[in-house]
């Protein structure tokens, strides 16, 4: 399937199997987040793989016992990094500098600017910039899942304090964001399964400027 294909066969999933899924799809969709773009290519966020179903049942109560947290082979859990700080924007482009074989200071006057800009805003408004790249690579995420043939849903529907403390977020710096479950869709008991598709004409959607 193409894309378009791929993005119409997909949709959030209400119901799984509890079926495994071979690692080697979700190690796909995960190089997938791992590739998106994000701003200045900080990449602040983390992506946390859960497949152990006694923690799925512990996190569940905490995403309002949906059965898919359960009921998925995994969980990735995106975490945005709690401030984006002078120290982690310089490692960060020691490892471009160190790959792109670059000399030391090739970059000091771009990454002056970006620090000083983060500098200028408060901690809440850098985890709230961090959360925004981490929502890049969520979707592209659920693009790949579509195109590998992976049944997923998104999920904004958790308390985020109290699973930032069942998985000691707070301790590695992060604050989760959003979770995908990824697993096999269970079309006889999902209600949403086998409805149309509804979305916004293109011609509503778009808006051209000529």
Same mark, same amino acid.
């Given at each position: 399937m193409n894309i378009l294909e791929s993005l119409n066969? $997909?949709? !959030?999933? =209400? $119901?799984m199997t509890g079926d495994k899924l071979p690692q080697q799809k979700v190690d796909i969709i995960l190089e997938a987040a791992r590739l998106a773009p994000t701003s200045s290519g900080i990449q602040p966020f983390s992506i946390i793989q859960v497949t152990d179903k006694k923690l799925m049942e512990k996190i569940q109560?905490? /995403? *309002?016992?949906? %059965?898919?947290?359960?009921? /998925?082979s995994?969980?990735?859990?995106? !975490?945005?990094w709690d401030d984006i700080t002078a120290e982690k924007i310089d490692k960060v482009y020691g490892q471009i500098t160190e790959e792109r074989n670059l000399p030391a200071d !090739?970059? =000091? @006057? *771009?990454t002056d600017n970006? =620090? !000083? @800009? *983060?500098a200028a805003l408060t901690k809440e408004q850098r985890f709230e910039r961090a959360a925004r790249q981490a929502y890049i690579a969520f979707g592209v995420a659920i693009a790949a899942a579509a195109t590998e043939?992976?049944? /997923?849903? %998104?999920?904004?529907?958790? =308390?985020? %304090?109290?699973?930032d403390q069942l998985l000691g977020l707070h301790e590695k710096g992060l604050r989760s964001v959003t979770i995908l479950t990824l697993g096999v869709r269970d079309t006889a008991n999902d209600w949403l399964a086998n409805l149309k598709k509804v979305r916004r004409p293109l011609d509503e959607l778009v808006i051209e400027l000529n």
């Amino acid at each position: 399937m193409n894309i378009l294909e791929s993005l119409n066969w $997909r949709y !959030a999933v =209400k $119901r799984m199997t509890g079926d495994k899924l071979p690692q080697q799809k979700v190690d796909i969709i995960l190089e997938a987040a791992r590739l998106a773009p994000t701003s200045s290519g900080i990449q602040p966020f983390s992506i946390i793989q859960v497949t152990d179903k006694k923690l799925m049942e512990k996190i569940q109560p905490v /995403a *309002y016992n949906q %059965p898919q947290i359960t009921e /998925a082979s995994h969980l990735l859990i995106f !975490a945005a990094w709690d401030d984006i700080t002078a120290e982690k924007i310089d490692k960060v482009y020691g490892q471009i500098t160190e790959e792109r074989n670059l000399p030391a200071d !090739a970059l =000091k @006057s *771009y990454t002056d600017n970006l =620090k !000083a @800009s *983060y500098a200028a805003l408060t901690k809440e408004q850098r985890f709230e910039r961090a959360a925004r790249q981490a929502y890049i690579a969520f979707g592209v995420a659920i693009a790949a899942a579509a195109t590998e043939q992976v049944d /997923a849903t %998104p999920m904004e529907g958790f =308390k985020n %304090p109290e699973l930032d403390q069942l998985l000691g977020l707070h301790e590695k710096g992060l604050r989760s964001v959003t979770i995908l479950t990824l697993g096999v869709r269970d079309t006889a008991n999902d209600w949403l399964a086998n409805l149309k598709k509804v979305r916004r004409p293109l011609d509503e959607l778009v808006i051209e400027l000529n």
